[in-house]
């Protein structure tokens, strides 16, 4: 769970996480954890968190100054691949997606390598601004026109997948910033797992750190910048990276 100054809203999805698993824990249905990576933050988000931590021990919690959603979820990835958890996955620390949505996807993973949440696929309920429903369209038909890719969502904040599917496509991972999912998902496809895709119950929240003007273009220039990084030429990526600044185009 990548938590970026989520000191207003982290608390009840904790609470709302452990509540539902603990009751499947005492059935033994399942084990679980719930990995808080703190990223970044400026508020009292790691305060907020060490509350659980403390009164829940399978809650647990990593801090790193550094920030960015990619870079939590990589991060956490590697300290559950490294602690050998059956199951490994994601959701955001937001509350959009519920914990019974989480648990569809958790579901099948007796049929499949992994199971992503998805706003857009029939069945799915969504309640969210029209504005980020046209970003999100857009995205993702650059997405399936550059990659390829069958999902009809990419980026909706709750994907599991199997240790072994985690463990084989980690050290491949090359963005950490917008295009971390599709670069997650294409992998995946490179490495012939397969994904189901899972329409969910998703309630967009108030407080979202994406901006409405900046941000479309630094989301699609990420997934250009990943394509080409698959691509023979890759190296006019590597050698734009090793450029002063002062030559590069900024917030982009």
């Known amino acids: 769970m990548p938590a ?8 009840r999805t904790l609470e709302e996480y452990s509540h539902f698993f603990d009751k499947l824990a005492k059935q033994k249905i399942l084990e679980y954890r719930i990995l808080v990576v703190i990223n970044g933050t400026t508020d009292r988000t790691e305060e907020v968190v ?4 403390d009164k829940n021990k399978k809650i ?5 100054k550094k920030g960015g959603k990619g870079f939590a979820i990589l991060k956490g990835f590697e300290y559950a691949v490294e602690n050998h958890f059956d199951e490994i996955g994601f959701v955001d620390s937001d509350l959009a997606t519920y914990p019974e949505e989480f648990w569809k996807l958790v579901a099948q993973l007796h049929k499949y390598n992994g199971a992503i949440a998805s706003r857009w696929k029939k069945g799915a309920v969504v309640k969210r601004d029209i504005r980020k429903i046209i970003r999100s369209r857009g995205f ?9 890719l069958p999902y009809q969502d990419t980026q909706c904040g709750a994907k599991i997948f199997k240790w072994n599917a985690i463990k084989e496509i980690l050290p491949e991972i090359k963005s950490l910033e917008w295009a971390f999912d599709v670069d997650l998902l294409y992998l995946c496809k490179r490495h012939k797992f397969n994904i189901k895709e899972i329409p969910t119950k998703w ?4 407080g979202s ?12 220039s990420s997934v250009i910048r990943l394509r080409m990084l698959y691509s023979p030429f890759k190296f006019i990526v590597r050698i734009y ?8 185009v900024h917030n982009l």
């Open 203 to 206: 309630d967009d929240k108030k």
């Open 140 to 148: 993702n038909f650059l997405v399936r026109s550059l990659f390829f």
């Open 4 to 11: 970026y100054n989520e000191e207003k809203r982290i608390g």
């Open 241 to 248: 990276d090793k450029l002063p600044n002062k030559f590069k």
């Open 60 to 64: 647990l919690s990593l801090n790193f």
């Open 50 to 53: 060490q509350k659980y931590t």
């Open 209 to 220: 750190k994406i901006g409405s003007i900046i941000t479309p273009i630094k989301m699609a």
